[in-house]
């Protein structure tokens, strides 16, 4: 089975821009979470959808917002970027969603915002 | 508040060491999960393991043990004869509550790093 696929896989954009990143779950995966790693803070938990629908919510701010799709891919979607998004944002997928099931983790996207 | 401590920021050792990784966790459920997670520098998370609360048994697998024990909040995670490939950041994190479905809350993770 493929694993979890992050597109694009490294991303610079300037300050006030929005940008998309897109996960692809293994397949038969129905939940996606997302998280963010910094040096500074590790890694946050920022949501988690199952069945198109948002699960669950870190403590972000409304500028970060995701979606997930009918074919249980997801996007996360970050408006006004700031300096202090520049992180790795990493996408887990699990067979359904809750903690009895292992997360597994795609490569990331490394955004840096200037 | 749940919370996760590895308090071993970086530790460096010569291959064919033992080495243990420490974590200490907090939580007021009674039912949680446990996971250790290894990140290597391509960046990817890579699943360890996953212990339940109830579940206090240590596990082994190949050079890989871990030690689980509830009356002190900890889940230590230790590297037999230890390899320049084990050379990563080690995550430990926690799973806790009905409602909160799969997040996890890791710890700030420790940098292994396996000298020739």
Redesign the interface.
């Known amino acids: 089975k493929a694993g979890v696929t992050q597109t694009p896989r490294y991303l610079i954009k300037t300050r006030g821009q929005q940008v998309t990143l897109s996960c692809s779950p293994i397949s038969g995966h129905r ?1 996606v ?1 997302w ?1 963010q790693q910094t040096p500074g803070q ?4 920022l949501f ?1 959808y ?1 069945s198109e629908t948002q ?2 919510k ?1 403590n972000f701010p409304g500028r970060f917002s995701g979606r997930q799709f009918s074919n249980s891919r997801s996007e996360m979607n970050v408006s006004t970027l700031e300096l202090g998004d520049s992180a ?1 944002y ?1 996408c ?1 997928s ?1 067979p359904r ?12 996207t ?1 955004l840096t915002v200037t | 508040a749940q919370k996760v401590t590895q308090a071993q920021t970086e530790i460096s050792v010569v291959e064919k060491e033992d080495v243990t990784l420490d974590c200490v966790y907090e939580t007021r459920d009674t039912t949680y999960y446990l996971f250790w997670y290894k990140q290597p520098p391509s960046g990817e998370l890579v699943f360890l393991i996953r212990r339940n609360s109830f579940d206090e048994q240590n596990e082994i697998s190949g050079r890989y043990s871990w030690n689980f024990q509830k009356s002190t909040s900890s889940f230590n995670f230790t590297i037999t004869a230890s390899q320049v490939v084990d050379s990563a950041v080690y995550f430990c994190a926690l799973s806790e509550g009905e409602t909160s479905g799969s997040r996890l809350t890791f710890g700030e993770g420790t940098q292994l790093t396996v000298n020739p």
Do not use: D, V
């Open positions: 939940s979470s998280y590790g890694l946050q938990f988690e199952f699960r669950n870190g790795l990493l887990a699990s969603q809750g903690r009895t099931y292992e997360q597994y983790f795609g490569p990331g490394r």
